[in-house]
């Protein structure tokens, strides 16, 4: 029987709670001293499937290096539109909790919610998120883009371990069903 594979949310945030200002700006992020890539290349290892909204996903793209930061891992993209898919990129507009299970109970490592928002509040929502990874910064924004919208859902956590880089504090979540 396989193991079911975790869908992990790893994310950075402000002290308050904040993924981004208002603007979707992350300047301040870079702003914070850390170590090294702060566990990303770590954790990034540990991912073969990548879920993210249609505004992160044009984020990224509008904010992208060169080229396409996910290769190699499978992409899917949630949108309401219909679209082309890329070499890089599957876009689905079925059912998220049909088809995040879906991909679950397939063999692989585990999977990445990328970014935050409404796709995220539909995974809390409907009791999928398994882990949270969490890297604080000390910085406090006052307002922006909350890593969590108000909803009438609730989580249990159990905290897993912590860990530092530099002035960034990771807190590592497993989240109890």
Known sequence: MNKK????????????GYIATKNESLDWLFNVEGEGDNGYSEFYDTVDTILMGKKTYDWIMKHKASEFPYKNKGCYV????????????????????SFTNKI???????????????????????????????????????NGIPLFKQGDYQLELSLEGTRSFNQFVELHYKVTK
């Open 5 to 16: 594979r975790s869908l992990v949310l790893f994310i950075a945030t402000s002290l308050d």
């Open 104 to 142: 679950k109970n397939k063999e692989g490592k585990n999977i990445w919610i990328v970014g935050g928002g409404d796709l995220l509040q539909s995974f809390v929502k409907e009791k999928l998120v398994d882990e949270i990874i969490l890297t604080v910064a000390p910085t406090v924004l006052g």
């Open 78 to 97: 949630f949108t309401r539109s219909i679209m082309d898919d890329t070499e890089d990129v599957r876009f689905i507009n079925e059912d998220i909790v």
